[in-house]
């Protein structure tokens, strides 16, 4: 290691500024060879009560810095803002930007020379990802591991994916609510993240294909030893990373992002990863488009049989062979860039090449595979210009290619009143459309395009039906529903102007979502468009509506894309 250490600006000073810089630090007893210029590694945490399913983030962040302490780095933990899933409101995605600020300011502003990202919870996970990449210094992520499998009367019941099946259970009149509340205190039995293949199963997931976590990141149970001798060996290699100079941008190159995809596909990953690597890769500088998903991993198949596309849970996958087994089929199919670099100095397939499967009904072989071409698709069409998806592996088959009535709701108030209305003019044969839940019009981007049935179609035994919204959905969230429509409907894309009883066509297969109402009708309605809703006029919100992007650009802040660097700033003395 030749290069100086960024830290040295701090800790190296001599006078009255290496004084200041020094003597706070050791105000809980840290010994003065700490300062001798050797990497100091920030430990970023997310950790937070609010944020159940980080919340066993001490005793993780304690591990990574044994690993540091162990490979001769001096470990410093510090807090950024945690986005809770369940309970942020009006979404977590709307603060997914603001974490990332957090993160790049208090990476760049501090003596920090590489850096431990402590992430689980859905947006945590891309938050700090972004925010680091913007500063490009030696990093690695550890994900906080998933819960165990849920269990509730003899079976598993899934994060997320078993509370969607459950509650039109209840609304169908099949499931009393004396045992919905029973279910709840079973879903979840652990600390760690949603146990589905839901956002934050693939996020880990993408952490681990894109080679900025260690092999096994994804799969870990939280509470299993081994996720904590994981963050140790992380702590260990964020040391080695920072004297060997390698930064993020050596291991985010675009055949990782093309990697990641190809994942994506193969454990039929959630949709929310389209719009977080768009927007990780926005940082780093790598080109990356919308199209680029369904060109690289919409032919894939799906060779993972986890909820919600399947059956088992996150404990059965690790239990499997985890990510590694999954990796090794894509690599052995020839579609894995093999020699990506990962934060643990080997390529990506040197990692994964002789990682065994022990369970072929949890993961499949490349040949014989969970489903055919999985890969989230690219939808296009007068209704979507900027592009909409569909996760056709979360699908029913049979509605993939679809013709349909509108029954539209305004917005998910208008929704929320109407939707159980015995009065509403739905079948099962129509397309329900949800506007202004896209990045300003919620704001945030809600997880709503997935809307809950009527009921009078769900006491018909049906479980499915077309939606088509500017919304997200969650990853644990199952159906055919077309997502992420852009431009949203309150940026005056086409969905604004959609009316009841227009006839909406759908063909997965044809990448088609159209809006059967002549080009001449679309103007006369959009010159009468209201324009889209009214929010308050001030603080983040204001910040965010103003300068947010649309969903196929990532929905970062539109002055965020890109980096500044690690760049020492001036002296605050
Ligand atoms: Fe945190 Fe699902 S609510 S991962």
Redesign the pocket.
């Known amino acids: 290691m030749t290069k100086k250490l960024r830290s040295q600006s701090w800790f190296g000073r001599t006078g009255r500024d290496g004084f200041i810089y020094r003597s706070w630090v050791k105000n809980r007893g840290v010994p003065h060879d700490q300062f001798d210029g050797r990497p100091v590694i920030g430990i970023c945490n997310t950790f937070s009560e609010l944020?159940?399913?980080n919340s066993h983030f001490r005793t993780l962040a304690e591990h990574v810095k044994m690993g540091v302490l162990d490979a001769g780095g001096f470990p410093l933990e510090f807090p950024v803002m945690s986005l809770?899933?369940?309970l942020l409101r009006p979404t977590a995605m709307m603060f997914r930007n603001l974490a990332s600020m957090d993160v790049e300011e208090s990476i760049r502003a501090n003596p920090i020379d590489g850096v431990v990202l402590l992430f689980?919870?859905?947006k945590t996970t891309p938050a700090l990802l972004m925010g680091a990449a913007s500063c490009d210094l030696p990093a690695i992520g550890v994900s906080g591991g998933p819960m165990l499998s849920g269990r509730f009367r003899g079976g598993e019941l899934g994060?997320?994916t078993g509370v969607w099946q459950m509650s039109e259970e209840v609304r169908a009149g099949r499931m009393s609510e004396a045992d919905f509340f029973e279910a709840e205190s079973c879903m979840h039995r652990s600390h760690g993240?949603?146990m589905t293949m839901?956002?934050?199963s693939t996020m880990a997931c993408m952490v681990e294909a894109l080679g900025i976590g260690l092999p096994g990141n994804a799969a870990i149970p939280a509470v299993d030893a081994r996720r904590n001798v994981l963050a140790r060996m992380a702590g260990r290699r964020a040391v080695a990373l920072v004297r060997d100079d390698v930064a993020m941008s050596r291991i985010l190159t675009r055949a990782a992002f093309e990697n990641a995809i190809r994942a994506l596909a193969a454990i039929g990953g959630s949709t929310n990863a389209v719009i977080h690597l768009l927007a990780l890769a926005g940082r780093i500088g790598v080109p990356l488009e919308l199209a680029d998903f369904d060109r690289i991993g919409a032919g894939l198949p799906c060779l993972v049989d986890l909820q919600p596309s399947g059956t088992h849970l996150m404990e059965d996958f690790h239990h499997a062979g985890g990510l590694p087994a999954v990796l090794r089929e894509l690599g052995r199919a020839g579609a894995l860039h093999a020699d990506a670099l990962t934060v643990n100095g080997q390529t990506i397939w040197e990692n994964v090449k002789d990682a065994p499967c022990w369970n072929r009904a949890v993961i499949r072989a490349f040949d014989r595979p969970f489903k055919p071409a999985a890969g989230i698709a690219v939808l296009r069409g007068n209704l979507a210009p900027d592009g909409a998806v569909i996760k056709p592996s979360a699908a029913t088959p049979s509605l993939l290619v679809h013709r349909g009535r509108a029954v539209v709701f305004e917005d998910i108030e208008d929704f929320h009143r109407r939707i159980d209305d015995e009065a509403l003019d739905v079948d099962e044969t129509c397309v329900m459309v949800l506007k202004n839940c896209g990045p300003k019009g919620y704001p945030g981007m809600a997880e709503c395009g997935n809307m809950p049935l009527p009921p009078k179609v769900l006491r018909k035994g049906i479980t499915d039906m077309v939606r088509v919204s500017d919304a997200r959905m969650s990853g644990?969230a199952y159906g055919t529903v077309v997502l992420h429509c852009a431009p949203e409907a309150a940026a005056g894309g086409p969905l604004a102007v959609v009316r009841d009883g227009d006839v909406i066509e759908l063909d997965v297969a044809a990448r088609r979502l159209h809006l059967a109402v002549s080009d001449a009708e679309l103007a006369r309605r959009r010159a009468g468009w209201a324009g889209p809703p009214r929010h308050p006029g001030r603080g983040y919100y204001k910040l965010y509506v103003d300068h947010v992007l649309q969903a196929h650009q990532g929905a970062d802040l539109d002055f965020l894309v890109g980096g500044s660097g690690a760049a020492v700033p001036k002296d605050n003395h």
């Open positions: 944020t159940p399913c809770g899933e369940t689980g919870c859905d994060s997320g993240h949603c839901g956002t934050a644990t």
